[in-house]
RNA sequence: GGGCGGGUAGCUCAGGUGGCUAGAGCGACAGCCUUACAAGCUGUAGGCCACAGGUUCAAGUCCUGUCCCGCCUACCA
């Protein structure tokens, strides 16, 4: 038998051995194919050589409440778990280690890098996943995949091959953002915007056969060395008369146009515009529209190349900046330097300021597949909770531009095209072709990588077993539900909703909770670069998975940022050690008194000879049950929890245990083997949030002469989710009745410093006939759990005993005689207090029911209600004022 | 420039479709080692629900405006 249950709840004794035990078991396997109904989740797989930070543990602990949740209802619960492989930041972070090698990667060549981090993969691959597990996970890992594995390199093929004989992938030299540190083109969403601090540089520009000097304002001066035109508006009256003349580019000497384009804003700075459609977004647009010249200036590695001239050859960005402002200011072309704050886009991934370049690279169409990914938004085939995420959603979607999916990297898909060698015919295919329809049998393949977003939207399916039609992707497809932050809205979930419907037809998901990214207690984003993040894992050693899982549960808001203070994860180790406990009162009574075999646990309906203690718990547990299962439902996580909490904790604990200690004094046991019926369903509603504590308790409480309620389930984690037993609306006003006036007893006694030990009589004044039999009935039975009671008297009219402290509810009125210990003035004081809170009330009360409007237009329901109100506020008003009147004596 | 979210106790936050006296955790104060738990128990204090209007019998909740804070988004060189 037990008793040897520490006094205090250790986490590290038991984690480790529940999560084997739950492995070893197979318990979160889901069956390919099931006669239950079927919920599943994809993991948001994380990169697959980072690890675990406090984010990750956020999304992977709501995902594995809803899916051991619904594990529990009954479901055949998918969790598929896997690992990304990250594209650039793993290459990054590669090679970084690789300089501290005294190597770099071109010294290793591509097979030479793509091995390396293939070992690399091999070896830390794991980290991740394990602590996964510490966290409690409980993914399907017999299935965890990666999405560089082998099906995975089928399956973006055949994606890639059918979406580019469907015309949405297509290459073409376009304007791209370039990283001149990666060496590769990224998408917009990758281009990090920031505001820096900078500098307006004004720069004449001489006009041709003419005296007149423009005056041009720049925030990027070395910019100039691809001029090839200057513009104004064409409606500009300041500039008409040099529209059409050439305009004389300092220091390269070079003959530039003065054109027209709509896109000039007079307004701002000098209204005139230096065009260089090479590096700027906007004037490659003017330079098409113009047919202009696109002048490369830059390397790939953004120095200047040959056509920077002579003098700049070499040179980085900056350096050119500094050279050429330098020079201009010797030959007088510069008029002034004024500082600037202003936004330029930085490589989300390495913080490179990015260079917008034209180079050839292959680009997805998605505007095709993004109106249909809002026409099923619309249609509700999909919804995004909170539902304000919707309008994010479309107003993305709709200014959708094409997505450059090529990158000029090593590590992921590589594109499966081939050009003939021959006739430079460009092929796609699953395989390298044999023949090219020239005749050639040579080909080479394109050198890119995809974008590492392609294959990662690809998930929802492949990892099913996509295009394979399998078993698991017939019943696991559209998953139930998608979890992550709302910060990869578009890089992820709207991809996958594309292609979704591109390759499946259907969308990829039902609903998507997106939920907010952890804060520290100044409402910052946690991160590891900025210090102020918590460590999970240190976290877990030092309060205990459970005790960290609440804190995360109980922060999961749909607020934009979830500030996670410390004391909130002490709260969850407190809550963790109170059930404990809990428990070992249960553990160490039952042993005394064992629960006989004709004792019923289940929480059937309410019988005659129930003790009221017993119905009323019954009653608040099925309520605890509602209210968290329909806060579930609707990802109201941190409702979930806190009713569990609050019923575990203030009710459970609180009162009925306390009702129990009482019974057993008198040789009642009953209460008590209720009480371990209440803890062993209060386990099951806690255990998709407390995985660990729970499973021992339950465990404890099924070695330890306790007969579950959950049938044969060898496990918490595969137990059922409670049932509701009726929930007694007059148990739980009878008992309400009892608590009022035992809470009143307390306070008087807090208030007034009545000794714990000293024994106090209770006289209790009630008109009412059913008040004044329910406590006759019940308070004698409860009111000793919580204070010595001398005696009870309970009449319609009892007279006040002298030196005695009252309080009054309503028509009721509680007198405790304390000759030795009250003071006059401090009773005098707390009567007051209450009067005139009394009073107040009152006034509002009044107020409300002399407006004839509410009489007349209000429900009958909340007039009578008020009218209630009143009366009893003036019942006590009257009470008070007499009792303060004879203190006043 | 456009859009979204927020402003409720000292701190961090709850407050489905308006309706009894606005809640919790932490912190503060006072008292308790009451035989499950001092990581505990009991009691107390603390709120012009940002501000100003409006709708309504009734507003923390709905509408309008204002002021702060945060975020997303945009081509102002």
Redesign the pocket.
């Known amino acids: 038998m037990m008793t040897n249950l520490p006094?205090?709840?250790?986490p590290q004794a038991i984690e480790g051995k529940w999560y084997q035990f739950w492995l070893q078991n197979k318990y979160f396997h889901a069956a390919d194919i099931s006669d239950k109904p079927q919920f599943s989740i994809v993991i948001p797989p994380p990169n697959i050589t980072g690890s675990l930070h406090i984010g990750h543990a956020l999304d992977n602990t709501l995902q594995d409440c809803l899916i051991r949740w619904r594990r529990m209802q009954g479901y055949n619960a998918l969790w598929m778990p896997g690992t990304d492989h990250a594209g650039i930041v793993t290459e990054l972070v590669m090679e970084r280690q690789l300089v501290e090698e005294g190597t770099n990667r071109t010294a290793l060549g591509r097979e030479g890098f793509e091995q390396r981090m293939w070992e690399w993969k091999e070896e830390s691959g794991s980290y991740i996943i394990s602590q996964l597990q510490q966290l409690g996970c409980s993914c399907d890992w017999e299935r965890e995949r990666f999405t560089l594995d082998a099906e995975f390199s089928v399956a973006v093929r055949t994606a890639f091959v059918q979406l580019y004989n469907q015309g949405l992938i297509y290459r073409d030299t376009y304007m791209v953002n370039w990283c001149p540190h990666c060496n590769t083109a990224v998408s917009?969403?990758e281009v990090?915007?920031k505001e820096i601090d900078g500098h307006f540089y004004h720069i004449r520009y001489p006009v041709k056969g003419s005296d007149v000097q423009l005056e041009i304002?720049?925030?990027?001066p070395e910019t100039m060395l691809g001029d090839t035109a200057v513009a104004v508006h064409p409606e500009d009256e300041r500039y008409q008369h040099l529209i059409g003349k050439m305009a004389i580019l300092p220091i390269q000497n070079r003959e530039i146009p003065i054109i027209t384009d709509e896109?000039?804003?007079?307004?701002?700075?000098?209204?005139?515009?230096?065009v260089t459609p090479g590096h700027?977004?906007?004037d490659y647009e003017i330079g098409k529209r113009h047919n202009l010249e696109q002048r490369n200036i830059f390397t790939p590695d953004a120095h200047m190349n040959e056509n920077a001239g002579e003098k700049y050859v070499g040179l980085s960005r900056w350096e050119c900046r500094e050279q050429l402002v330098a020079d201009l200011k010797i030959a007088n072309y510069l008029v002034k330097i004024v500082p600037?704050r202003?936004?330029v886009g930085h490589h989300d991934r390495c913080d490179t300021i990015v260079e917008p370049s034209i180079s050839l690279q292959w680009f997805m169409n998605v505007r095709p597949l993004a109106q249909q990914a809002i026409e099923a938004v619309k249609k509700g085939e999909v919804k995004f909770i909170p539902e304000?995420e919707t309008?994010?959603f479309y107003?993305?979607m709709e200014?959708i531009e094409p997505w450059p999916i090529s990158r000029q990297r090593w590590w992921g898909h590589r594109l499966p095209i081939w050009y003939c060698t021959v006739c430079n015919a460009v092929i796609a295919a699953m395989e390298a072709p044999h023949e090219c329809k020239c005749g050639a049998t040579q080909f080479t393949q394109d050198e890119d990588v995809l974008d590492t977003w392609f294959s990662s939207g690809l998930w929802p399916f492949v990892t099913m077993g996509w295009p394979e039609e399998t078993a698991a992707l017939k019943t696991f497809y559209p998953n139930s539900v998608l979890v992550t932050g709302w910060?990869i809205l578009?890089f992820w979930v709207a991809r996958m909703l594309m292609f979704g419907l591109a390759c499946m037809n259907e969308v990829p998901f039902r609903k998507v909770y997106l939920h907010g990214l952890v804060?520290d207690?100044?409402?910052q984003k946690m991160s590891k670069s900025k210090g102020n993040s918590i460590e999970p894992l240190e976290t877990i050693t030092t309060y205990g998975t459970d005790a960290f899982r609440f804190a995360l549960v109980n922060?999961g808001?749909?607020?934009?940022?979830?500030?996670l203070?410390e004391?909130?994860i002490?709260?969850g180790?407190?809550f963790?050690?109170?059930i404990w406990?809990?428990a070992?009162?249960t553990l160490?009574n039952l042993e005394k008194h064992p629960i006989p075999a004709s004792e019923r646990l289940d929480m059937p309906q309410r019988t005659a000879q129930d003790l009221l203690e017993i119905a009323w718990i019954r009653s608040r547990l099925s309520r605890t049950i509602k209210?968290t299962t329909?806060?579930l439902e609707?990802f109201?996580f941190?409702?979930a929890i806190?009713t569990v909490?609050?019923f575990l904790?203030?009710e459970f604990?609180?009162w009925y245990?306390?009702f129990a200690?009482q019974r057993l004094a008198h040789g009642e046991p009953r209460a008590l083997w209720v009480a371990s019926g209440v803890l062993e369903q209060g386990m099951r509603l806690l255990q998709p949030f407390m995985p660990f504590v729970t499973e021992e308790i339950w465990h404890q409480l099924s070695h330890n002469g306790m007969r579950h309620t959950s049938g044969d389930s060898p496990s918490i984690t595969v137990a059922p989710w409670p049932e509701l037993a009726a929930e007694d609306l007059q148990v739980e006003e009878i008992m309400e009745t009892v608590m009022v006036v035992i809470?009143n007893i307390?306070?008087i006694?807090?208030?007034l410093?009545v000794?714990?030990g000293a024994a106090v009589a209770v006289l209790i004044q009630s008109p009412d006939a059913t008040v004044r039999e329910r406590l006759r009935t019940y308070l004698g039975q409860y009111l000793p759990a919580?204070m010595r009671v001398e005696s009870i008297t309970i009449a319609e009219n009892v007279s006040k005993p002298p030196a005695s402290a009252e309080a009054v509810i309503?028509k009721l009125v509680i007198y405790i005689p304390l000759e030795d210990v009250i003071e006059l003035e401090s009773e005098r004081a707390r009567l007051n207090?209450r009067h005139q809170?009394v009073v107040k009330?009152i006034t509002?009360?009044q107020k409300?029911l002399d407006?004839p409007?509410?009489i007349?237009?209000?429900?009958a329901k909340?007039v009578e209600?008020?009218r209630?109100?009143l009366e009893?506020?003036l019942s006590e008003q009257a009470k008070l004022a007499r009792s303060l009147a004879a203190l006043t004596e």
């Open positions: 006094k205090i709840y250790e917009n969403l990090e915007p304002a720049t925030t990027r896109y000039v804003d007079r307004e701002f700075g000098t209204g005139m515009l230096k700027d977004t906007n600037h202003h936004a304000r309008t994010r107003h993305w200014n910060d578009f804060a207690e100044k409402g922060a808001t749909t607020n934009p940022y979830v500030p203070p004391s909130q002490e709260t180790k407190r963790a050690n109170k406990n809990a070992r009162f160490m209210t329909d806060a609707n109201r941190h409702e806190q909490y609050a904790w203030h604990c609180d245990l306390e200690k809470d307390r306070s006694r807090g208030e410093n000794p714990m919580f309503g207090k809170q009330d509002a009360a409300t407006n409007n509410f007349n237009r209000a429900p909340v209600q008020k209630g109100q009893r506020l």
